[in-house]
């Protein structure tokens, strides 16, 4: 006889296959076409599906939550975005308003100072500033077209700030009270004598031509007498910083009341009083 | 001279990627409806395995109902699915088409009774008729589906596989 174990095991393995196929679509069958029994609905419908939905719903509800978290997290981020943006306009227009005031403050004080002064005196705004440069001039906005001329004296609520040196059209020059070349007549407020003042840089000054016996103290106000017929008498110059005996003089040295480096408007007054000829013969009339 | 075939053939990996396609394509029902109709009766159907085809035929079943959920009771399409398509799979093996049009007519009925027998299925799970446009479109489809699987059939048929 044959050998036929490989043929009956094949055969077995087929029909373990289609026994398989044929369970699968039977349970189908069952499923579909017995589905109104009460088996089915009591154990799918109540137990096993609603578990299952359970578990689906739940699923559901944290992809939702999840994306509206995330949508709430990009509104925040927006919202902060557009809060920043908007704290930097508030910031930009609060730094323009502080200028705004310092403007105003600083126009104020020049009209006060204009109205204890002198009417005829006229506001300038500094534009250009080269300190702490050695002979630097200030540039101021007013020129000969707003009737400037050189000579006039200059100077602010501290005091004394300089003269003009040189007019353009709508511009001119301010020599500062600290140049080297200013020769400025001051007088001692304590000890009332009188000497010539002469820049030293860097808000400094230096008093010459002071009587010997004059006893300076430290701290004693300095103003401009008046005698150079350049500046009123009365404006403030400084205070004395410095007082030094050398080889028989006295050396003053004077710290400067305004401060040079911070100036922005300044106060122009008119032009002195010029001095007759005194040779010239007066003409009766 | 040795015949041994590979496992992993093109219509087996052709039908892999029709399943694929079925399950992550829930959000458009037309193009999953005729991937699934290419598969059950294009890929799915495997001369070489029945076991096979039953798992393609199974799976795309329940893929396409499990990701709709248009109605509350589902299994009807798989019910349809294994039906149809193991007695297609054994009219293929009994008597395989020669032309294209025979095969053609194959697809066609195999179809038509597939898509009552879902709706009959449907009715009787959840009694409501699962009517939807789709069916017409996809059977006027049905030709281009058709010369896909005729085409793999006959490269299976030169190659001996």
Redesign the interface.
């Known amino acids: 006889m044959a050998y036929i174990g490989g043929m009956k095991s094949k055969s077995l393995r087929s029909r373990w296959?289609?026994l398989?196929?044929g369970g699968?679509?039977t349970l189908?069958?069952i499923?579909?076409?017995l589905?109104p029994l009460s088996i089915r609905t009591e154990v799918f419908d109540t137990r096993i599906s609603r578990a299952v939905l359970r578990w689906m719903n739940e699923r559901h509800q944290r992809e939702v939550a999840r994306i509206e978290s995330r949508r709430m997290l990009g509104d925040v981020l927006l919202e902060n975005q557009q809060l920043k943006e908007a704290n930097q306009i508030l910031q930009g227009q609060q730094r323009q308003w502080t200028l705004d005031r310092e403007t105003l403050d600083n126009l104020s004080q020049m009209l006060e100072l204009q109205k204890s002064t002198s009417p005829e005196a006229t506001v300038a705004e500094v534009i250009y500033h080269p300190r702490p440069r050695f002979f630097g001039t200030f540039v101021i906005n007013k020129g000969e077209r707003e009737g400037l001329r050189i000579d006039q004296p200059v100077i602010t609520t501290q005091g004394v700030i300089g003269r003009i040196w040189s007019v353009g059209i709508h511009q001119s020059k301010i020599l500062p009270v600290d140049a080297p070349n200013i020769g400025m007549a001051v007088y001692l407020s304590r000890s009332n004598s009188s000497g010539i003042l002469q820049g030293r840089s860097q808000n400094l000054g230096e008093i010459l031509y002071l009587r010997s016996e004059t006893s300076v103290q430290i701290g004693e106000s300095i103003f401009t007498s008046g005698l150079d017929n350049i500046y009123p008498r009365g404006l403030l110059v400084g205070r004395v910083k410095e007082v030094r005996n050398e080889g028989g003089s006295t050396r003053v040295l004077v710290q400067l009341s305004p401060r040079l480096d911070q100036l922005r408007y300044v106060l122009i007054l008119p032009p002195p009083t010029p001095i007759e000829s005194l040779n010239d013969p007066v003409v009766q009339q | 001279m040795s015949t041994a075939l590979s496992f992993v053939t093109l219509r087996r990996v052709l039908a892999l990627l029709a399943l694929v396609t079925v399950m992550s394509t829930g959000a458009y029902p037309l193009a999953q409806w005729m991937v699934h109709t290419l598969l059950l009766h294009g890929f799915g159907l495997d001369p070489r395995s029945?076991?096979l085809s039953?798992l393609w035929l199974?799976l795309s079943g329940w893929s396409v109902e499990l990701s709709l959920r248009t109605t509350p009771?589902l299994?009807?399409l798989?019910?349809a699915n294994?039906?149809v398509g193991?007695i297609a799979l054994f009219l293929i093996k009994k008597f395989p088409p020669f032309t294209y049009f025979a095969h053609l007519a194959q697809w066609a009925s195999a179809y038509v009774c597939h898509l009552l027998l879902y709706l009959a299925?449907s009715w009787?799970?959840n009694h409501i008729w699962a009517w939807d446009p789709i069916y017409v479109f996809t059977l006027i489809a049905l030709p281009f589906g058709a010369a896909l699987s005729w085409r793999l059939t006959q490269w299976e048929r030169k190659r001996k596989l």
Do not use: D, K, P, Q
């Open positions: 296959i289609f398989l196929i699968i679509w189908h069958f499923w579909v076409a589905s | 029945w076991i039953t199974t009771a299994g009807a798989a019910f294994l039906t193991l299925g009787r799970l």
